[in-house]
């Protein structure tokens, strides 16, 4: 159940996340490069846009909830099981940046999101092998300390 729940966390907050990073990057102003005053005249437009501070937080959450999935599941179970994030990520593109999305993409993003939740209906629990690979490291560190 907790997998789930981190999991949709996760979801929700990596799409919610991109959408407003990509909404505060599309309104940044265009600025002339000329060297280090441009790189830093456009830091701080960067870090003065509300759009940009809430996507940037939202994807730290979604990297937070990624990694607490990753600590109790297999990579091939996470993975596959934020594929939804896609679908949302495009249907609040299409809501909130008014992006065209084109049949053929919806087409490639569903085969996507169908081909992952195959994947991702199976067990999550780690395999056997996670702790027999934790026993041979705690082995090999114990056979190199006691050889110095």
Known sequence: MKTAVVLSVAVLANSVGSVCLGKGMKNFPVLEASGAAWLL???VQV???SWVIVGVFLLIVFLACYMAALS???LSFVLPATAPG???TAILSRIFLHEEISPLRWAGTA???AGTCLV???HAAR????PAVAVLAE???DSTADSE
């Open 41 to 43: 005249q456009a830091a």
């Open 47 to 49: 870090v003065l846009n």
């Open 72 to 74: 109790w599941a297999d």
């Open 86 to 88: 896609y679908i949302l």
């Open 111 to 113: 085969l996507i999101v």
């Open 120 to 122: 991702a209906r199976t």
């Open 127 to 130: 395999s056997v092998a996670a």
């Open 139 to 141: 082995g090999l560190a």
